[in-house]
């Protein structure tokens, strides 16, 4: 089985993802998907490994670095990637995450992972995890040590990038509740009680 994790940015998905994978004992792919990414497309991991609440997007990343052939740095406002571009990152992407569901016992987050495995693997768990708007706001700007307006600016930012890409790869709306076993709120049950939900669910299941 394959748990996918989608999460609205700032609503601690990456934890419970990680609370998830050290209680079912499974691999959790989410900053080593990164380096996996990296290592297939020529890039150095330290390049693009990122903490997923402040990164730009990995596509954004990957392509930026490739398309310069030279060490990658993040500049807001660069040239963003062609769609040729972004087309062939997405499918060095797709392959890892088609490994992982191969191999199965594994958490992923991200990265469109419950779009494409959606078409090609019936064994799944589909989790989204969400919070109230005003939480995810609080937590950001606590974690990333900017003002309330300056993190809502972030969170349009990143909901959008995030939307686009499943809605360009997949045709799917990456917030319809449709798409999903479970929608957790780890505003309500905070991120140990969510992660048991999961696990719960998960152990059902398999």
Known sequence: MVITITRQYGAGGSEVARLVAERLGWQLIDNEFVDQVAQRSGIEPGEV??????????????????????????????????????????????????????????????RGAQAYLARSHA???????????????????TRLGMSQDEAKQQEEKMEADRDRYVQRFYKRSRRDPANYHLIVNTGLLGYSLAADVIVGLANTRS
Not at 50 to 76: D, G, K, N, Q, Y
Not at 123 to 141: C, D, G, K, Q
């Open 123 to 141: 064994n799944a768990l589909h989790v989204f995890i969400v919070a109230p708007l005003e939480n995810r706001l609080e937590a950001l700007a």
């Open 49 to 110: 490994a990122a903490r997923e609440e402040r990164a730009p997007s990995l596509i954004e990343r990957l392509v930026r670095a490739l398309a310069t052939a030279s060490p990658e740095v993040f500049v807001p406002g660069a040239t963003p990637a062609s769609e040729e571009q972004e087309d062939e990152l997405v499918t060095t992407t797709e392959h890892v995450i088609a490994e992982a569901g191969m191999v199965g016992n594994v958490v992923l987050v991200g």
